[in-house]
Structures are given as structure tokens and as C-alpha cells.
């Protein structure tokens, strides 16, 4: 079926950002927009209107040049979900092997006849860039350590689901905060929201200076976690154990871990959540992702819905 409803037009009426590049850059009420406009998708879903002809006509072209697995697909189902039509591309095999700029080839698939672009890149900034240098829409797919603005998003949207309001919340982010762009992008969201945010972590994996950004530090996760409504647990990135960051992957799990010892002086209701690919047994252990506290696959379903609502809010073809 073929339609936009009432509440659709609304919020698209009142959204003005063309493009997408991190959660810093939105309000609270851009951001409730895109939820509500997720939850909007995820109602029609449950009617079963799972396909929308919302960008038809409309080409969104994938440039990933970091490895994905979720958001890649994520997006790309998103895009299908609404009728759009889409390029994928990976930098392997491409013509940046040849020599060509990142922007040119931006600016080609562009040509092609291209209305938004999703883009990964390794390069903190990336998504900056191409939004100064083309003119269609921008959506930032993660860039370097900086932000993941649709993870962000659908973390949010996915407390918001089960809890109503991340108004009051005491939600913990816990690993590497320093190299996280998912912890920098939630950090935005949920404080702008007016949840009690928590970044817990080894003392060398949180940035200096980061309760500039309205959060509370913390060390030790057995003291903090009676309090926690919500606890997101970060991956660690194997690499910066090389880099003598921490002292071992047994002593992060034994210390950060969350296994089922620990979920026990944790409150009832509390709420696990991770943003994937998860290390079973170091940052969460196996009874725990599978068990009932866990909404890890809610995420995932909602990761869907949250990047078909920022798809069609940015999409220029389809403004009221």
C-alpha cells in the first residue's frame, strides 16, 4: 500500500535538516521527531504495511568504506522498505585504488542520478565533507571515533519503547568510551533527552574532560550498577589491547563484564542493551545477551525503523 498518514505529514512538515551528520547537531525535539516517525513505521509495520512507497523514484546510494554488517544492511532494507532504489559500494575494486579522491568519487555516484547518500568512512569528519561538496542528502553511517548517529538513535528509541521516556533514566555506557563514536553519539542523545548519563570504563579508556559533555565518570561498575536503569555495553576493540590500553581481556571481563553474578545486585527491571557485534564472554556473557533483561535483537529490529525514518525525513523529493 501506497500511502503517508496524518502523523507522517506532520512531523515531515516540521523537519528542517537536510542532512543527517551526528546527533551534536540535532535538538531534543529533531530527535523525538525521528522517533516518533520511527514509531509511526514500526505501527504501519504491525498492520502489515511493511512496504511503503514513500521514496519511490528516489536512488540512495551506500558508501561504505569501513566493514559493516548491520548498518550496511540496515540501510540498504531501509531504503527497499520505502521503495528507493539503491547503489552499494565498497572502496575494494573501486577506482580509489586508481588513484581517484574520495570526493570525486562521491561527486560520480552522485551523478548518476543519486538523491542521498549514506556514508561510512574511517576518517572522523568524512560525512562533513560530502555535505559541503554535493548536493544531495548526507547521512553519517559512523566516521572514524566521532559519531553513529542512527545507532545512537535506535539505542534511544529502544529504552524509549520499553520505558516511555528516558526523562530521569540513570543510563550507564560502559568499555572504551575514548574510541566509541556510538558512546560519543549517545552521550548527545540521551542528555539532550534528560536521561542521567554514566560512562564507565578503565581510567585510560575514558577520554580527560568528557563530564564537559554533562555526564558522570565512573571506574567501578559494581558500585554504580544498583543505580542503572539502562547499561549499554560497548565492544571492545581487541586492537587497543595491543596498545597496552588495558591489561588483558580476562581482567576487562572479570572487571566490566556483564554476566549473571553481577546482573544479580543489578535492579529487576534493568535493561541490557549493545550495539553489536558483541564478544560473547568478554564484555557480556552468554546467559546474559540471550536472557530476559537482554534487548539486543529489539535493537536490531529497531535499527530498521530508525534509519527508515531518517531516510524519509531527509529525502528531498518527498517535502510537503
Known sequence: MNFVTDTDNSIKKRWTKRHLL????????????????????KRLAEQGETKLGLLRGTVVANLFFEPSTRTRTSFGLAAKRLSADTVEFSAAGSSLVKGETFIDTARNIEAMGV????????????????????NTSVLNAGDGTHEHPTQ???????????RGTLQGLTVALVGDISHSRVARSNIWGL??????????????????????????????????????????????????????????????????????????????????????????????????????????????????????????????????
Do not use: W
Open 115 to 134: 538523491d542521498q547518500v549514506v556514508v561510512r568512512h574511517s576518517t572522523p569528519g568524512a560525512p562533513h565533507l560530502l555535505a559541503q561538496n554535493l
Open 152 to 162: 545512537a538513535l535506535l539505542d534511544i528509541f529502544t529504552i524509549r519503547e520499553h
Open 191 to 320: 542528555t539532550k533527552l534528560g536521561a542521567r548519563v554514566i560512562v564507565c570504563g578503565p581510567a585510560t579508556l575514558i577520554p580527560q574532560h568528557v563530564e564537559k559533555l554533562g555526564v558522570e565518570v565512573a571506574t567501578n561498575l559494581d558500585k554504580i550498577l544498583p543505580e542503572l536503569d539502562c547499561i549499554n555495553l560497548l565492544r571492545i576493540q581487541f586492537e587497543r589491547q595491543r596498545s597496552g590500553l588495558f591489561p588483558s581481556i580476562a581482567e576487562y571481563a572479570h572487571l566490566f563484564g556483564m554476566n549473571g553474578e553481577r546482573l544479580k545486585t543489578a535492579k529487576d527491571d534493568v535493561m541490557i542493551l549493545a550495539p553489536g557485534p558483541i564478544n560473547r564472554g568478554v564484555e557480556i556473557t552468554p546467559d546474559v545477551a540471550d536472557g530476559g533483561h537482554s534487548v539486543i535483537l529489539d535493537q536490531v529490529t529497531n535499527g530498521l525503523l530508525i534509519r527508515m525514518a531518517c531516510l524519509y525525513l531527509l529525502n528531498p523529493k518527498n517535502s510537503p
Open 22 to 41: 551526528g546527533l551534536e547537531y540535532l535538538s531534543a525535539d529533531e530527535i523525538t521527531m525521528i522517533l516518533d516517525q520511527a514509531a509511526e513505521f
